[in-house]
């Protein structure tokens, strides 16, 4: 009876509070990052409106949930093979072009704001809420939604503590230690690889500038500027708009190591996806993994790109160096795969956490993305990493220097590089002993990261966009910052010394001929 009044008081006191959630890039891991939010918000109470590619099907959320398809998006994604792992192979793809990928994310914007679903949310008067979290990758044009609604804006990034999202709430890191996540540099930097990151600085900068905020501006003007009108409103001023976020959740953690200083409200929730503990696996995965006594390697190229686009005698290769093993080799392959050894199974969907959970696990043959990576440390698995785009390179490079990983290059000689590579990493228990380590920094926290997430949206709520936990940083002009003024005025100063100096001089010299002259004269 007490417990129940203590529950009831306990229930009371908790607000629930009304959250827009966009996530509306058409890439699957992204999708599961948006699932992850609003599992641990509805969890602790909340309602969560869903702007998404993946609409949740038979959820447990009951009206917790309201679900905006945008299912329509996929539409963005360029038709060049870059998705394509048997193009990549054969060099025939551009890859890692941040003008492309800065184009893509400005055109998804759009589709996403001229989908009918999302236009019916938007003119609807009636609909309020209390905070906005948006995906943030390479545009921040989502800020929109919270000046529509009037309440404060939370980004949540995919990646780490990158330059160009700090510098939303902070000031952009130097790149002389902080590595762009699209290039393959390790700290420390030589000489010309600082170069090239300052390169890429100014290119980012460059581009974003002159030819994305442009265009954002006018989707945000053409798409929010009338509905705001019939509201009696106007737009906030974009530029203001984009830096006024209260909150950037960074899906990282401090276990991967160097990690740039981060202002206060830049919170590190990498993790935070990860069900806890992990799923029980379907009854024939839990027998297969259980009996198999030398262990389990578990390959798998992540959900975007698809196992079945390696070209066919790449898979034969790799189907022999696999079925020379004593291990169980689990591969997650898209489409049916004649032939195979014993001891090879494919799974054409895996739940890669349980697997990976799974004490049998030994070896995790990835293409390094960032959720699979945050898992591999989760579940300390080591693991071989193949990378493919974006920041997988940079992830891949991470483990490589931490010690619990070997890099293998994404080309059709894959079978060759990979066979030592399994062998080394069965043979020399370094890199599991390495990735149990850093699994235990980074399990050995405070709160769970879903508890972190929670908090900080309630936290940005009930303190009106928590205003005390912005960085001064931001409100200070470029050339304050470099005391560029100081500069000037020192320059001036030190020039009008110089004109000084001369004319005391010329004085001094003229009167000076002048009383020779008038010598010479009387002599
Ligand atoms: C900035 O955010 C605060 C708090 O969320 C809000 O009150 C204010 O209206 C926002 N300003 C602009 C220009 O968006």
Same mark, same amino acid.
């Given at each position: 009876?007490?417990?129940?009044?203590?529950?009831?008081?306990?229930?009371?006191?908790?607000?629930?509070?009304?959250?827009?959630?966009?996530?509306?890039?058409?890439?699957?891991?992204?999708?599961?990052?948006?699932?992850?939010?609003?599992?641990?918000?509805?969890?602790?109470?909340?309602?969560?409106?869903?702007?998404?590619?993946?609409?949740?099907?038979?959820?447990?959320?009951?009206?917790?949930?309201?679900?905006?398809?945008?299912?329509?998006?996929?539409?963005?994604?360029?038709?060049?093979?870059?998705?394509?792992?048997?193009?990549?192979?054969?060099?025939?793809?551009?890859?890692?072009?941040?003008?492309?990928?800065?184009?893509?994310?400005?055109?998804?914007?759009?589709?996403?704001?001229?989908?009918?679903?999302?236009?019916?949310?938007?003119?609807?008067?009636?609909?309020?809420?209390?905070?906005?979290?948006?995906?943030?990758?390479?545009?921040?044009?989502?800020?929109?939604?919270?000046?529509?609604?009037?309440?404060?804006?939370?980004?949540?990034?995919?990646?780490?503590?990158?330059?160009?999202?700090?510098?939303?709430?902070?000031?952009?890191?130097?790149?002389?230690?902080?590595?762009?996540?699209?290039?393959?540099?390790?700290?420390?930097?030589?000489?010309?690889?600082?170069?090239?990151?300052?390169?890429?600085?100014?290119?980012?900068?460059?581009?974003?500038?002159?030819?994305?905020?442009?265009?954002?501006?006018?989707?945000?003007?053409?798409?929010?500027?009338?509905? #705001?009108? =019939?509201?009696?409103?106007? +737009?906030?001023?974009?530029?203001?708009?984009? %830096?006024? &976020?209260? $909150?950037?959740?960074?899906?990282?953690?401090?276990?991967?190591?160097?990690?740039?200083?981060?202002?206060?409200?830049?919170?590190?929730?990498?993790?935070?996806?990860?069900?806890?503990?992990?799923?029980?696996?379907?009854?024939?995965?839990?027998?297969?993994?259980?009996?198999?006594?030398?262990?389990?390697?578990?390959?798998?190229?992540?959900?975007?790109?698809?196992?079945?686009?390696?070209?066919?005698?790449?898979?034969?290769? #790799?189907? =022999?160096?696999?079925?020379? +093993?004593?291990?169980?080799?689990?591969?997650? %392959?898209? &489409?049916? $795969?004649?032939?195979?050894?014993?001891?090879?199974?494919?799974?054409?969907?895996?739940?890669?956490?349980?697997?990976?959970?799974?004490?049998?696990?030994?070896?995790?043959?990835?293409?390094?993305?960032?959720?699979?990576?945050?898992?591999?440390?989760?579940?300390?698995?080591?693991?071989?990493?193949?990378?493919?785009?974006?920041?997988?390179?940079?992830?891949?490079?991470?483990?490589?220097?931490?010690?619990?990983?070997?890099?293998?290059?994404?080309?059709?000689?894959?079978?060759?590089?990979?066979?030592?590579?399994?062998?080394?990493?069965?043979?020399?228990?370094?890199?599991?002993?390495?990735?149990?380590?850093?699994?235990?920094?980074?399990?050995?926290?405070?709160?769970?990261?879903?508890?972190?997430?929670?908090?900080?949206?309630?936290?940005?709520?009930?303190?009106?966009?928590?205003?005390?936990?912005?960085?001064?940083?931001?409100?200070?002009?470029?050339?304050?910052?470099?005391?560029?003024?100081?500069?000037?005025?020192?320059?001036?100063?030190?020039?009008?010394?110089?004109?000084?100096?001369?004319?005391?001089?010329?004085?001094?010299?003229?009167?000076?001929?002048?009383?020779?002259?008038?010598?010479?004269?009387?002599?």
């Amino acid at each position: 009876m007490n417990l129940f009044i203590l529950f009831t008081l306990f229930m009371s006191s908790v607000e629930a509070y009304k959250v827009l959630l966009i996530y509306s890039l058409p890439a699957r891991s992204i999708g599961i990052l948006g699932e992850g939010h609003l599992r641990n918000l509805i969890d602790s109470g909340h309602e969560v409106t869903y702007i998404t590619v993946y609409p949740l099907k038979n959820h447990k959320y009951g009206n917790k949930l309201q679900q905006i398809d945008v299912s329509d998006n996929v539409k963005s994604l360029p038709d060049n093979g870059i998705m394509d792992i048997g193009a990549i192979m054969h060099n025939g793809v551009p890859m890692n072009d941040v003008g492309t990928l800065q184009e893509i994310s400005v055109h998804n914007a759009i589709l996403t704001f001229e989908n009918e679903n999302v236009r019916k949310l938007i003119n609807d008067p009636n609909v309020r809420f209390d905070v906005v979290i948006s995906d943030l990758y390479e545009t921040e044009v989502y800020a929109a939604f919270a000046a529509l609604y009037n309440c404060p804006m939370i980004w949540s990034y995919s990646m780490g503590a990158q330059s160009s999202v700090l510098q939303l709430i902070d000031q952009p890191t130097n790149p002389a230690y902080t590595v762009d996540y699209l290039s393959s540099n390790t700290l420390p930097l030589s000489f010309q690889q600082r170069v090239e990151e300052l390169w890429a600085s100014i290119k980012w900068n460059v581009m974003k500038r002159f030819f994305l905020i442009p265009k954002e501006e006018a989707a945000y003007e053409k798409y929010f500027g009338p509905v #705001l009108a =019939k509201r009696g409103r106007r +737009l906030p001023n974009y530029k203001e708009l984009i %830096y006024n &976020a209260s $909150l950037i959740f960074g899906n990282e953690h401090h276990a991967v190591g160097n990690l740039p200083s981060t202002p206060q409200n830049f919170k590190f929730i990498g993790g935070y996806h990860i069900e806890s503990p992990a799923k029980p696996l379907p009854k024939e995965l839990q027998t297969l993994m259980d009996n198999a006594k030398d262990g389990v390697i578990y390959f798998s190229m992540g959900s975007i790109w698809q196992s079945k686009d390696i070209p066919n005698d790449v898979t034969e290769g #790799l189907l =022999k160096v696999f079925g020379e +093993l004593k291990q169980t080799v689990i591969w997650k %392959y898209e &489409a049916n $795969l004649q032939n195979l050894p014993k001891n090879v199974h494919i799974l054409k969907w895996a739940p890669q956490q349980s697997i990976l959970a799974h004490p049998n696990c030994l070896v995790f043959i990835s293409h390094g993305g960032l959720l699979s990576s945050t898992e591999a440390i989760h579940f300390g698995v080591p693991t071989i990493g193949v990378p493919i785009f974006a920041d997988q390179f940079l992830n891949v490079n991470r483990a490589v220097t931490k010690g619990y990983a070997i890099y293998v290059p994404l080309t059709i000689n894959l079978p060759r590089d990979l066979k030592p590579a399994i062998e080394t990493m069965l043979s020399d228990s370094g890199y599991r002993r390495k990735a149990w380590e850093l699994s235990k920094i980074y399990h050995d926290r405070p709160v769970s990261p879903g508890a972190e997430v929670v908090h900080w949206v309630e936290h940005v709520i009930r303190t009106g966009g928590a205003p005390h936990l912005r960085s001064p940083a931001l409100h200070v002009p470029f050339y304050q910052k470099f005391y560029l003024d100081l500069a000037a005025v020192l320059i001036v100063s030190f020039y009008i010394l110089i004109l000084a100096i001369k004319s005391i001089f010329c004085k001094s010299f003229k009167t000076k001929q002048r009383s020779d002259s008038k010598k010479t004269k009387r002599n």
